[in-house]
């Protein structure tokens, strides 16, 4: 079983940054992708950006291209997120994912085995 815990989270003020972590417990049995969602009350969960595990490949939602890079740190078993110029519309409950079933888009969370507890962020204006 896959652990995954995320760090980083909390509140700024719009303009702000914040990097989030993602370390996991291991990368043996996990495959390909790891990505970021997040949820804000009343909205479904959706991707944010996603990274293939040793690879060079990225991936980012629309909204957030140009302002936030998904990176990894295979020596730690770790994937952040670095958030620059955040948003209010960026608040919201963060969730690292990790283990990919091939077959669809890395933006559909059912494709993801493992989950963390998620992380807060919240941007004021």
């Known amino acids: 079983q896959v652990q995954l815990v ?21 990368y043996t049995h996990m495959s390909n992708y790891m990505a970021w969602f997040r949820q804000s009350p009343g909205k479904e969960r959706g ?3 996603a990274i293939a595990i040793g690879g060079g490949w990225t991936s980012y939602t629309d909204s957030v291209k140009g302002r936030f890079t998904i990176s990894q740190d295979n020596a730690k078993n770790t994937v952040y ?28 969370r059912s494709r993801f085995t493992y989950w963390g507890q998620g992380t807060q962020v919240a ?3």
């Open 47 to 49: 991707g944010v950006a």
């Open 81 to 108: 997120l670095q958030m620059n110029s955040l948003k209010p519309e960026d608040s919201a409950m963060y969730y690292c994912a990790a283990n990919f079933r091939l077959g669809g888009s890395w933006t559909d």
């Open 123 to 125: 941007v004021s204006s």
């Open 6 to 26: 995320e760090s980083g989270g909390g509140s700024v003020q719009a303009g702000g940054s914040l990097r989030l972590s993602c370390a996991a417990s291991e």
